[in-house]
């Protein structure tokens, strides 16, 4: 089984390029622009060990808006298409992680269903050069491309680099269960349906 893939999402405002590989070891190769974000993308790899490359150029002349939100889209569309038919999938995932005094909950359902529940706050608008207010919209992004259902909460926090860290986390090892093929029904979708199809983003 060969779960990769590739998507180049070109617009005028960015343009990505994003590999995964859903059975890989968590190496990533990750540059956008916004240092912070660099971060929490190779925090999502490590620790959902799915490999990740994403060479992404925006407007960030402007702000980071476009290219955060378009590098989530990507990146959900390339684990999408990975994902295929979703045979033996595993399906669902969740994770609580603790970061010092944050606590974090994540769980998930590749569902062909996209819906984001959010949880999660910050006391200031910036960690590094990432505006804190995209932290949502990167989720709300992958979540609507990749078709997933995603739950998000953090249950408390103070740090406000700790809060966003656990969400990334929480969503990576939330990720590596959900995706994770089950030996038992390696050759079967998850679903009494038969199928876990993508519909349209509901709004969140």
């Not at 925006?58 to 994902?83: F, P």
């Not at 994540?106 to 269903?113: E, M, N, Q």
């Not at 990576?172 to 979708?189: E, K, N, S, Y």
């Amino acid at each position: 089984m060969n779960r990769t893939a590739s998507i180049s999402r070109v617009t005028k405002e960015t343009s990505i390029e994003v590999t995964v590989n859903l059975d890989g070891t968590g190496d990533y190769r990750v540059s956008t622009g916004i240092g912070f974000l660099d971060h929490m993308l190779e925090q999502l790899s490590r620790h959902s060990l799915i490999d990740i490359s994403v060479a992404a150029k925006g407007d960030l002349h402007i702000d980071g808006h476009h290219t955060t939100e378009d590098t989530g889209i990507a990146l959900g569309e390339a684990v999408a298409k990975a994902l295929a038919d979703r045979k033996g999938i595993t399906r669902y995932g969740d994770a609580l992680i603790p970061m010092d005094e944050t606590l974090t909950r994540v769980a998930l359902d590749i569902s062909g269903r996209p819906y984001l529940v959010w949880k999660t706050s910050f006391t200031q608008p910036k960690l590094g050069d990432l505006d804190t207010e995209m932290v949502k919209e990167f989720f709300a992004a992958f979540a609507g491309s990749a078709g997933i259902t995603l739950h998000v909460e953090t249950l408390y926090g103070v740090n406000n680099h700790h809060i966003a860290e656990s969400c990334f986390k929480g969503l990576a090892r939330a990720l590596r269960t959900a995706v994770t093929i089950d030996p038992r029904r390696a050759d079967a979708v998850p679903s009494t349906k038969g199928t876990l199809g993508r519909a349209p983003l509901t709004d969140v």
